[in-house]
């Protein structure tokens, strides 16, 4: 358990014992039964912090206790912030959403659509239209992954080891271009790589390497000291293990060690994953979720219009669907059902259909080793969970996490 600079939860319309009965609970069910390793919590009404807990070790059983200081990968919880580097240049005028991404990356002029077959021998057909940088943004750009285990476009991803951290994001995206999409842009929600090739545009358009921009234009301001791609020597021994539970036998075990035995983010790494890179702490990441609750800005930094904000906010699926509608199965770090989706995360278009207490509006996204935000505009309320358990899926901590956080609210 740590506190630092605590408001009373009355103060801000939250209920003191039930907010303290969280970490208990995940404590309970999931720490002192070895499921997991830690669970950190963070929630925010007003701007003001009413709960921040750290229970739970660096190993599972075993290490030291996390604190504020503890670095997590958070993986896909790097989208949004991918996402909003490219808002900050859609608002210099320097790129639009209806803008073709080829326009930017000449090879996407000639991308194909799976039209049959399988990873060694398929046929491909031309896509109804061209991909546009909405696309990216909105998972709909028929990029896939390669780790999905769903359909013949991820494995002949995995044929052509994309996503190998031997080349740079422009070099990665220009490679996906010569491989068929899984469904023609703007047809269907799919997960995949979409946000890296956005990073990629990014890099080109504003002519540095992404975590140059990162630094200077949102992290710098912002404050977010302990946020990059790798962990400096002076800092990897904050960063805990990760692990990985097997989804057919139930093992632990671990996928990523701690410290300076971690395989990828003791050294900068050529491949600056813009869609799942990024190490930060609890602390680091509110102070981005503050900034965009509060419309843009921190203590004085301007990173992005309150408009702009307003706009990324909205559901960018075609006809206001939900990533159900058209996503099918597609793995999601959301909940499918009354969800759809803007620029860099999830957005809630019916609380009822979603099964949880929640507030129409609410942007949210997680990361594959158990990482998770959300914002809650209506309640003025930033609520962040974070451990190192892939995949995300394991176990249903963040509606967990969802339920006993609405539970709170007297006001």
Known sequence: MFEHDLTDPHDVGLNAERLA???QYFQQNYIDRGKLPCVATLVSRGSEVALEDYSGTTHIGE???????T????????KPVT???AMMLFEEGKLRLDHEVSRFIPEFADVQVFDGGNRED??????DRPMTILDLFTHTSGITYGFLMQDEPDAI???HKIGAPTETLLEMSQRIAKLPLSFSPGTQWGYGHSIDVLGAIVEIVAGQPLDEFFRERIFGPLGMDDTDFW???SKIDRLMACYNKHPLTGEISMSDAAGKESKLYSKRPKLLNAGGGLASTVRDYHRFCLMLMRGGTLDGARIISPKTWEFMRQNHLPDGKTIKEMGDKTFSEARMEGNGFGLGGSVLTDPVASMQPSSLGNFSW?????TFFWIDPEEEMVVIQATQMIPSGTYPIRPQLQQLVYAAVDW
């Open 21 to 23: 009965a969280i970490p």
């Open 63 to 69: 290490g030291e206790p996390i604190g504020p200081h």
């Open 71 to 78: 670095i997590f990968r958070i993986y896909s919880m790097t």
């Open 83 to 85: 996402s909003l580097a």
């Open 122 to 127: 398929y046929t491909t057909r031309a896509p």
């Open 157 to 159: 991803y995995r044929k």
């Open 231 to 233: 962990v400096p020597e």
């Open 366 to 370: 997680g990361g594959l080793a158990s």
